[in-house]
């Protein structure tokens, strides 16, 4: 009922930056959040950003003033605009949507394929 495609990844080198986008589809009544989380080799899934319709944008402490989280509620999509990359940012990159589909009032979590990102000289 409800895709998540994400788009931006690739490789760059140390200080570089990269675009995310994410754009949710379907039968969706409405978002409540999006976000993005990472996950590297060996360890587990981490929140990168996440923002709450109507709240303030959530970092976490590693990205802060280098990663920018924003949402266009009018085309379900959500980007993560990564600037001063560092190779300890290398994962994969997933989209994550808590949201409502069509017809439904319990919220659901979605989640996007991912998308590599690699910071490597």
């Known amino acids: 009922q409800v895709q998540l495609v994400e788009s931006g990844g690739g490789l760059v080198q140390p200080g570089g930056s990269l675009r995310l986008s994410c754009a949710a589809s379907?039968?969706?009544?409405?978002?409540?959040?999006m976000g993005w989380y990472r996950q590297a080799p060996g360890k587990q899934r981490e929140l990168v950003a996440r923002i709450i319709s109507g709240g303030r944008p959530n970092y976490r402490d590693s990205v802060k003033g280098r990663f920018t989280i924003s949402r266009d509620n009018a085309k379900n999509t959500v980007h993560l605009q990564m600037n001063s990359l560092k190779p300890e940012d290398t994962a994969v990159y997933y989209c994550n949507a808590d949201l409502r589909v069509l017809g439904s009032f319990p919220t659901d979590t979605y989640w996007g394929q991912g998308t590599q990102v690699t910071v490597s000289s």
């Open positions: 379907g039968s969706i009544s409405s978002i409540n959040a």
